[in-house]
């Protein structure tokens, strides 16, 4: 039996799988440009986040809003010096 891969929508965190409101993305899916820069320019995303997104999904699906902003406040996923990003 071989596996089956899905290809990620680009529209959905690939984290919880809702929307993930990327500017550039919906820009590029409508091509009306957004009318200022994407809300992922204003928060950080830490290596912990970035490594929870699965292989197949990395780099064509952006984590959403509400999954940058729990990480940055959850104390599990605070950097080694026990600093949120």
């Known amino acids: 039996m071989t596996a089956t891969t899905t290809t990620p929508a680009p529209t959905a965190c690939p984290l919880c799988g809702q929307p993930n409101l990327c500017a550039m993305e919906l820009a590029r899916l409508t091509g009306v440009p957004e009318a200022g820069p994407?809300?992922?320019?204003?928060?950080?995303?830490?290596?912990?986040?970035?490594?929870?997104?699965?292989?197949?999904?990395?780099?064509?699906a952006c984590i959403c809003e509400a999954c940058a902003r729990q990480a940055a406040a959850s104390p599990s996923l605070a950097d080694t010096d026990g600093n949120a990003p």
């Open 38 to 60: 994407c809300w992922c320019t204003r928060v950080s995303f830490a290596p912990d986040l970035l490594a929870r997104v699965p292989a197949q999904a990395q780099g064509k």
